[in-house]
């Protein structure tokens, strides 16, 4: 209906839709002859670019069985919060008698590539909300201390005054704690699920690696100890945690049988003696 009608001879808009042919080169041929492009070829479905002047040519082609106007899209991780529910938490609507933001909470990210210094990690007054990060691969400082004996730690005083772990190749723990966790930028509308929580970030080793090249590829192993970690900085703070990590393997029984998942198990039931309940953790499972 969109391309019916007001298709005058010299009408030079392009069009763009779907072709599905019995008879491709015959088709392009079509399409072609009166000024159209064919820009991908998918078995028998075509992509076009063609004017609004030659469509009726097209249509009238005797190979094709089916057309669709390609449609719009648009970004929708803006509806992320209220497609599952977080716009009606954060306002305490029924059965809630409050609304939920992050505040109080730890939220931990362990992931590669975060940006400190991002503003969706500061708060209005323009402090940095994350209390402290864990870089598992760097030497240039010192490590977190007790059985952590590797990498670099870096607390808030430190972040504020230059530690950054940054790596512009590796952005994925930037654009997943922002989701998570991400504050109000600007005049930009749009917050993560907990735009008040405190956060920590653990910075893994390098992930997808060649393990017989790489010294110390990411492991599950990194992933417990990162876990243990933020943990510790929970208790520290008297407060509960939750752990995200969008990343993990195939390997293993898959039924919680491992010693990794035992590992993640028996730290999220430990009682660390606060009295403030939640350790959870949240893996991601596409």
């Known amino acids: 209906v969109r391309y019916q009608h007001a298709l005058e001879e010299d009408d030079q808009r392009i069009l763009s839709f779907f072709v599905r042919t019995d008879d491709v080169v015959n088709t392009i041929a079509g399409i072609e002859s009166v000024g159209g492009t064919v820009t991908t070829v998918a078995g028998d479905v075509l992509t076009v670019r063609a004017p609004a002047h030659g469509f009726d040519a097209i249509v009238s082609l005797e190979w094709i069985d089916r057309m669709e106007a390609m449609q719009p899209v648009a970004r929708k991780?803006?509806?992320?919060?209220?497609?599952?529910?977080?716009?009606?938490?954060?306002?305490?609507?029924?059965?809630?008698?409050?609304?939920?933001?992050?505040a109080g909470v730890i939220l931990g990210v362990i992931d590669r590539g975060f940006d400190l210094k991002h503003a969706a990690f500061r708060r209005t007054d323009g402090t940095s909300r994350v209390l402290a990060v864990w870089d598992q691969t760097s030497t240039e400082g010192e490590p977190p201390g007790g059985r952590w004996a590797y990498g670099t730690a870096c607390d808030s005083r430190a972040i504020e005054s230059g530690c950054d772990f940054q790596n512009p190749r590796a952005t994925h723990g930037t654009h997943v704690a922002g989701i998570a966790g991400g504050g109000k930028v600007g005049s930009n509308p749009w917050v993560g699920v907990a735009p008040n929580a405190d956060l920590v970030f653990v910075e893994l080793p390098a992930m997808d690696?060649?393990?017989?090249?790489?010294?110390?590829?990411?492991?599950?192993?990194?992933?417990?100890?990162?876990?243990?970690?933020?943990?510790?900085?929970?208790?520290?703070?008297?407060?509960?945690?939750?752990?995200?990590?969008?990343?993990?393997?195939?390997?293993?029984?898959?039924?919680?049988?491992?010693?990794?998942?035992?590992?993640?198990?028996?730290?999220?039931?430990?009682?660390?003696?606060?009295?403030?309940?939640?350790?959870i953790l949240v893996a991601a499972a596409g």
């Open 209 to 279: 690696a060649d393990w017989e090249t790489t010294p110390e590829p990411a492991s599950d192993g990194h992933i417990c100890d990162g876990v243990a970690w933020i943990f510790a900085q929970a208790y520290e703070q008297k407060k509960p945690a939750v752990v995200n990590m969008s990343i993990g393997s195939h390997w293993g029984p898959h039924d919680a049988s491992s010693l990794a998942s035992q590992c993640l198990t028996n730290l999220s039931r430990q009682s660390d003696g606060t009295g403030v309940p939640g350790k």
């Open 77 to 102: 991780l803006d509806r992320a919060r209220n497609a599952v529910g977080i716009n009606d938490v954060a306002a305490g609507a029924a059965p809630l008698t409050t609304g939920y933001s992050g």
